[in-house]
């Protein structure tokens, strides 16, 4: 049986595994930590994930359907719909259903010395190693700082809220959770600047805990496709963090390609995930450069037509759905 090793056991490592669960391939992951979820995460996900994992009614939060946007802390979109957008997830939970199905070896940091992985000192014995190791691997220009707070906040359990700043590129969010609210920022910022800018929405709010980490906001970088998967490779949407979906699909297409022996990377790159990815990253980076101007890019988040931002937000747009949105800014 050809041996697949796995390196992390976040949302793209597990997906793979499960993914080539029952063919012929022999697939272990290998967990640096003790156990899963333990990442800084704020638990969005967007509709779909479930179809794809076995994710149990219990990690379920609660079903998102709509949609608040503000722009400097003032309400511009109240979108609510009466279909499931996304769900807020234990994370850890949901990760817990997959990873108790898959076989998954934890404490089990994976280094590479010269041309070889090794685990415990040893090489890691595998026809093939992918790495799924999430934003530890990506170096610090690919990436931007996110901060949460974990609050007693009460919030509506079916809607969350989305902050863009016409100082900030970036954004702030306030999801719901079981006991409360998260509350966080990403953006290209120091993170004092960061904690700064968030301070009228947790004031009050009764912070039980501040955590952090960084996220890619470059987009799908090509030359890591040969070897990784994930936020490892830059499958997180860079204007909304949302990276969970994106790994998770990004596994899917791996174990595909894997199955069928097609070129990962020519797949990726065909795939609509790949183009909408490498918008959202184009963005960032026009804006990064000074080619465009952060003013136009929160206009046209706040002032277009509310169902055409969210699923530019989402990942589900076409050409003509970013002309209406951007106009010149893009051509
Ligand atoms: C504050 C914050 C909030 C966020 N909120 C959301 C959100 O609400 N929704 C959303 O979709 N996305 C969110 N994201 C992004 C999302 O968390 C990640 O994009 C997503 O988890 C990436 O999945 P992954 O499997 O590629 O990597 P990760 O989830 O980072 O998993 C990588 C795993 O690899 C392990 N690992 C690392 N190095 C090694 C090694 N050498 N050997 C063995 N194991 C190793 C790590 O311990 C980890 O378990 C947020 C990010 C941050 C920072």
């Known amino acids: ?14 997906a793979l595994a499960w993914f080539l669960k029952g063919t012929k391939y022999d697939a272990t992951v ?16 967007m509709e779909g994930v479930e179809k794809m994992l076995p994710v149990s009614r219990a990690s379920l939060i609660s079903e998102i359907r709509g949609f608040r946007i503000f722009l400097d802390n003032k309400l511009v979109h109240d979108i609510r719909t009466n279909r499931t957008l996304g769900y807020i997830v234990d994370k850890p939970a949901m990760l817990y ?3 108790q199905r898959v076989d998954v070896k934890f404490s089990s940091k994976v280094v590479r010395k010269e041309s070889k992985y090794l685990v415990d000192e040893k090489p890691l014995e595998a ?24 609050t007693d906040a009460k919030a509506d359990q079916e809607t969350v809220d989305f902050y863009f700043y016409s100082g900030l590129l970036g954004y702030a969010w306030v999801f719901p959770d079981r006991e409360g609210a998260k509350i966080g920022i990403g953006g290209y910022d ?42 490892a490779a830059g499958f997180v949407y860079a204007m909304t963090g949302e990276g969970i979906r994106p790994s998770i699909l990004s596994a899917k297409i791996k174990a ?25 990253a184009e963005i ?31 990942g589900d747009f076409g050409k003509i759905d970013l002309l209406r949105l951007f106009g010149r800014m893009i051509l």
């Open 97 to 99: 259903d997959v990873a």
């Open 284 to 314: 960032v980076k026009r804006v990064k450069s000074g080619d465009a101007k952060l003013s136009g890019l929160s206009k046209a988040l706040t002032r277009s037509d509310p169902e055409l931002v969210l699923r530019v937000a989402l």
């Open 256 to 280: 595909d390609s894997i199955l069928s022996g097609k070129d990962f990377t020519t797949e990726v790159k065909k795939s609509k995930l790949y183009w909408t990815l490498q918008v959202h």
């Open 127 to 150: 026809d093939e190693v992918v790495i799924a190791s999430g934003h530890y691997s990506l170096s610090k220009d690919d990436t931007i700082p996110a901060i949460q707070y974990l």
């Open 190 to 231: 120091s993170v004092d600047s960061l904690k700064k800018r968030l301070s009228p929405l947790v004031e009050g709010k009764k912070p039980r805990l501040l955590q952090g980490a960084r996220v890619s906001d470059s987009g799908v970088i090509t030359e890591k496709l040969a070897t990784s998967i994930g936020e």
């Open 1 to 14: 049986m050809p041996r697949v090793a796995i390196v992390g056991a976040g949302p793209a490592g597990l």
């Open 30 to 45: 290998y967990e640096a930590l003790d156990q899963v979820g333990k990442k800084p995460c704020a638990w969005g996900v």
